[in-house]
C-alpha cells in the first residue's frame, strides 16, 4: 500500500525558516509530478508548488523567491524548502503525489502537517 508521510512542520517566527519533507513508501510504484498543496481552516485546498519528475518547477506567486521545491527521486521524497516565512503561510500542508501501480495512475496525499507562523 503506497503512503505519503510528511515531517517537518512546527512553529516559527515572522521571517523564519521550515523545510518540509514528505515520504513516499509502499513499493511497487512509480512516481510523477509531486507537490504541495495548503489550507486553512474555512478555505479550500490550494497548490503552493509542484515539480515533475524531470525537476521543471512551479509556484504560487505568494510564494515565490521564499520556497523551494525539490525531490529527490532515489529516494522517493520531496521537499518545501520554506524561508522568510510569514503570518499568512499558516496552514496544514499536504503533500501529494501522482503515483502508478501497475497500470493505473492515481493521486496520492499524505496527512498533513501544520505549519504556523507567529511571534
Known amino acids: 500500500q503506497v503512503q505519503l508521510v510528511e515531517s517537518g512542520g512546527g512553529l516559527v517566527q515572522p521571517g523564519g525558516s521550515l523545510r518540509l519533507s514528505c515520504v513516499v513508501s509502499?513499493?511497487?510504484?512509480?512516481?510523477?509530478?509531486m507537490g504541495w498543496y495548503r489550507q486553512t481552516p474555512g478555505s479550500q485546498r490550494g497548490l503552493v508548488a509542484q515539480?515533475?519528475?524531470?525537476?521543471?518547477?512551479d509556484y504560487v506567486d505568494s510564494v515565490k523567491g521564499r520556497f523551494t521545491i525539490s525531490r529527490d527521486n532515489d529516494k522517493n521524497t520531496v521537499y518545501l524548502q520554506m524561508n522568510n516565512l510569514k503570518p499568512e503561510d499558516t496552514a496544514v500542508y499536504y503533500c501529494?503525489?501522482?503515483?502508478?501501480?501497475?497500470?493505473?495512475?492515481?493521486?496520492?496525499w499524505g496527512q498533513g502537517t501544520q505549519v504556523t507562523v507567529s511571534s
Open positions: 501529494t503525489a501522482n503515483i502508478r501501480r501497475g497500470l493505473t495512475w492515481r493521486d496520492y
Open positions: 509502499g513499493g511497487g510504484f512509480r512516481v510523477s509530478n
Open positions: 515539480i515533475t519528475s524531470g525537476g521543471t518547477t
